[in-house]
């Protein structure tokens, strides 16, 4: 009964995370009352329009994305406006189009899914300037803003094998084996996942890692599924690079009474006030602090510190990326550890520790390193089939 009710609130909650995909919703805000954000005459309010390949509510990415358009708004006195494209990929290009053809000062768009249209859009509009989120760009009226997400899953990495070692009631200390479920087998989850097996060797290279893809940025369900089918074999804690999907992952750490680490956002904090018992389990979340950089990118466009027609990496050493301090993480995770995890992100910001990246791997490579962290008894069920 527990697993069902568990299944129902996961899709419950995904219908919710997904809800007006199939049409498009606009937010508003004009409050120009901040610094920094006027022409350079100082007379108008910076515009600026968000484009969302999808919906709001995914307590991820495109929220936190959002909360930098909002703090644009409330500290910068910007106009802001957010539209939600929804999923058909097929209208992308139209709506680009249409807020091209309008008066915004700066178009920001995120994920390596709308980045051709987006950049082709913007080759056709020069005298526009343009934001991309989590990729780089050619066009010189665009800025580029990647996240060495290699570093948030170093990061997790270290956590997951640091409280696997220091033993608590929830953690069988037979099993050395941890957990990996990704949305999709691509070069930017695999980044996580190259990251989190550094991490995890950087602590205990005696540690196995399984690894499992949902197949899909969206499927509550079968990251349940995949999730639970983790713990069963033996994953003492799993890391989440999921997306939406995540709420699967999260019911099955509540469900089978096992730690979990988010992606992305501040799983705990999201979802604390509607369901403590579901977030019980999250240690932390590994952190792409996407408002920061939306709001970091802007200013820095405005007051000539970034130029369009340039690529910028936002990671530790900026403060973009990093492991979420909560209450459950102060509870969940000894002060020990926490100090341990603050001076390991400190030595891969200063370049000290130097983590490994999907970016610079091929497929096979990639998949070498998946096989080789698995456990004995996975590697002969693998040479099986």
Request: charged letters at 25%.
């Amino acid at each position: 009964m527990k697993k069902q009710l568990a299944l129902l609130l996961a899709l419950g909650m995904s219908v919710s995370l997904l809800a007006g995909c199939g049409s498009s919703k606009t937010t508003e805000s004009t409050q120009p009352t901040g610094t920094g954000s006027t022409d350079a005459a100082g007379d108008e309010p910076k515009k600026v329009v968000f484009m969302v390949n999808g919906s709001l509510g995914d307590k991820g990415f495109f929220d936190s994305c959002q909360e930098g358009i909002e703090r644009l708004g409330s500290e910068y006195g910007c106009e802001v406006k957010t539209i939600e494209m929804g999923r058909d990929e097929t209208a992308y290009e139209t709506y680009f189009r249409d807020v091209s053809e309008q008066d915004w000062d700066l178009i920001v768009a995120a994920t390596w899914s709308v980045q051709e249209v987006f950049e082709e859009v913007a080759a056709d509009y020069p005298d526009n300037n343009y934001l991309f989120l989590d990729g780089e760009v050619s066009s010189d009226n665009m800025i580029g803003i990647t996240f060495p997400s290699n570093e948030a899953g170093f990061m997790a990495g270290c956590l997951a094998a640091l409280k696997l070692n220091a033993g608590d009631e929830k953690i069988d200390p037979n099993q050395k084996i941890v957990g990996f479920v990704g949305s999709m087998d691509t070069t930017n989850i695999n980044d996580f996942l190259v990251g989190y097996i550094d991490g995890i060797k950087y602590i205990d290279d005696s540690i196995k890692v399984i690894t499992s893809y949902v197949g899909s940025f969206e499927d509550v369900a079968t990251c349940l599924e995949m999730t639970t089918q983790l713990y069963n074999q033996g994953a003492q804690i799993v890391y989440a690079p999921a997306s939406q999907s995540i709420v699967g992952a999260v019911t099955a750490s509540s469900d089978c009474d096992k730690y979990i680490i988010g992606c992305d956002t501040d799983l705990y904090s999201e979802m604390v006030e509607t369901d403590p018992n579901l977030v019980r389990n999250v240690l932390s979340s590994s952190l792409k602090k996407m408002g920061d950089a939306v709001v970091t990118a802007s200013t820095s466009l405005w007051d000539g510190s970034m130029s369009l027609g340039e690529n910028y990496s936002l990671g530790l050493a900026e403060g973009t990326v990093g492991l979420a301090d909560n209450d459950n993480f102060q509870t969940l995770v000894s002060e020990e550890i926490r100090t341990q995890l603050d001076e390991i992100a400190t030595k891969v910001a200063n370049g000290e520790i130097e983590v490994s990246s999907a970016y610079t791997m091929d497929t096979a490579a990639i998949e070498t390193m998946r096989n080789e962290m698995k456990p004995y008894q996975h590697r002969d069920l693998q040479r099986r089939r």
